[in-house]
């Protein structure tokens, strides 16, 4: 096999052909057709082949799971087989079970895989927030967590599922305390800090601190929405203030 293979390298190069060049086409018409199984198997290097599989497998699901399965299940050990199986998880939309089963055989990405699972699974309850209430949707969070990935450690996951979802609410919408119904102010001021959080992280790329951009004695809503971070409602005025107060005293 490494004869044939040196041979066909000999006979590449003298015919004045790249092989790195060749894996890279290969890897792209691979792509192009996810469903031959054999197209990835032609690229020659490993590391290529392996990532080419991955994605590959991972594409496949969306139409045939089970064959993109044992296509995984096949693959040598490492991390592409790794990321075929946390992509896997994440095209068929896994929680439950079946999450626990895919995302076991994750390896490196097993708790990245859970992480995906568990969101997906307590998307219905944080969508509902508004009309069942806060506590509520953290209490029926908290045993989604508890049924995914144990009771350890489940009520601050199931907090930090919340307070995200919060964050992540009407983005371009000035944050509002109603949101939160009747979770405490303490549960609400961390969904506000969470929102500014990654603003600054978007608005102010490579800067750690770059919410310090509204630092004032008072941060208003306007002068944060001035500097391109996230305004809030005046029902929230009292908790933003204290995040403010918080932040740019650091």
Do not use: K
């Not at 290969?26 to 991955?54: F, H």
């Amino acid at each position: 096999m490494a004869r044939a293979l040196f041979a066909h390298l000999l006979l590449l190069a003298a015919c004045g052909v790249d092989p790195a060049v060749e894996d890279a086409r290969r890897y792209r018409a691979a792509l192009l057709r996810p469903e031959d199984a054999e197209a990835c198997a032609r690229i020659e290097g490993a590391a290529l082949r392996g990532e080419c599989e991955a994605l590959a497998h991972g594409a496949r699901a969306a139409t045939n799971p089970a064959a993109a399965e044992a296509g995984c299940a096949a693959m040598a050990p490492g991390p592409w087989r790794d990321e075929c199986f946390f992509l896997l998880a994440d095209t068929v939309g896994a929680h439950d079970a079946e999450a626990q089963r895919l995302c076991a055989e994750a390896g490196r990405y097993r708790s990245q895989c859970a992480g995906h699972a568990l969101s997906r699974a307590v998307a219905g309850d944080l969508a509902a927030l508004e009309a069942v209430g806060g506590q509520e949707t953290l209490r029926r969070v908290e045993a989604v967590v508890v049924a995914q990935i144990g009771a350890a450690g489940a009520p601050s996951r199931a907090e930090g599922l919340v307070v995200a979802a919060l964050a992540r609410r009407s983005p371009e919408a000035p944050f509002a305390r109603a949101w939160c119904s009747d979770l405490p102010d303490s549960t609400c001021a961390a969904a506000y800090e969470e929102r500014v959080r990654e603003a600054a992280r978007v608005a102010y790329p490579g800067e750690a601190e770059g919410w310090r951009a509204a630092c004032a004695s008072t941060v208003s809503a306007a002068r944060a929405a001035q500097v391109g971070l996230p305004a809030y409602e005046e029902d929230a005025a009292a908790l933003a203030i204290g995040v403010w107060q918080r932040l740019c005293r650091r």
